[in-house]
């Protein structure tokens, strides 16, 4: 990836900045954190650049585990090695976790009422909205990269359409998009 850092980097951010931007991530992104994720690191911070933001977030997606979280921790890990992945994850984590314990005890006492379970559906909505406007960008960061939507567009369609499991898209679509890359770039 372009414009890495490495740990001992002056302009890295500091274990405290990075466990502040996470955190923020994780306190107004509860429930769904995927847009605001490129929004604090991109246009906040300005830690990446829209294709850094895309590429990291096409490795962390792939990997086991939450995706954030999997950002998170290859984040701080470029800039403060491990004590950095450290301290971005648990900033990711801390508000959510506070936050899921206090709703869980609110919750139980109101489950069923009709309010609650519109209120319920209408934040769902509202997820899928943020999660379209996010990937919209995404998209339009690889603008000239033919290939690579290609490949977007292949793995929306065997995911979305075809309803395949994630595992067996990926186990697919990435193989094929590694040796298609591959070839392309040799021919360059």
Known sequence: MS????????????????????????????GGVAAWVR?????ERGWLSD???AELQGVASV???????????????????????LAAACGLLAAPLACLALVLLAYQGVAQQPAVR???????????GLVIGTGWKLLRALAGERL???????????VGLAHWPLSLALSVVAPLSVGLFAVTRRRK
């Open 118 to 128: 519109g209120a319920l559906a209408g934040a769902a909505a509202a997820t899928a």
């Open 39 to 43: 929004r604090v690191l991109v246009e």
């Open 3 to 30: 414009g890495e850092s490495s740990a001992g980097e002056a302009g890295a951010p500091a274990r405290l900045q990075l466990f502040m931007a996470f955190f923020k991530i994780g306190l107004v992104g509860f």
């Open 148 to 158: 690579a939507l290609g490949v977007a567009a292949a793995t929306f369609a065997a």
């Open 63 to 85: 990997l086991p585990g939450a995706n954030t979280v999997n950002l998170a921790v290859m984040l701080g890990d470029r800039y403060r090695g491990p004590s950095g992945a």
């Open 51 to 53: 294709r850094d933001f």
